[in-house]
């Protein structure tokens, strides 16, 4: 009986020490690497974020626009002035 039991105690040892050395290192490697990826794109919060920056931006380019051309009307050459 003490082969038996022998053999049930490395079968023991070995499970736990084949699960660390093989399972743990793939499940961190695969997990960490899917959360890379995952954080390379855009959340819906962000995206919308950007479109709102994008619709400012644009608005803000507008405004710039019509204060040169008032500029240009009433101080001509107030882009050489320094």
Sequence with gaps: MTVDADIDLDVLLALPIIFLVVVVPLWL????????????????????TLAELWKLSEKLEQRVDSLETILDREAPGWRNRQ
Excluded: P, Q, T, V
């Design 29 to 48: 490697i695969l997990h960490y690497g899917y959360k890379a990826r995952a954080s390379k794109a855009l959340s819906k919060a962000d995206e919308e």
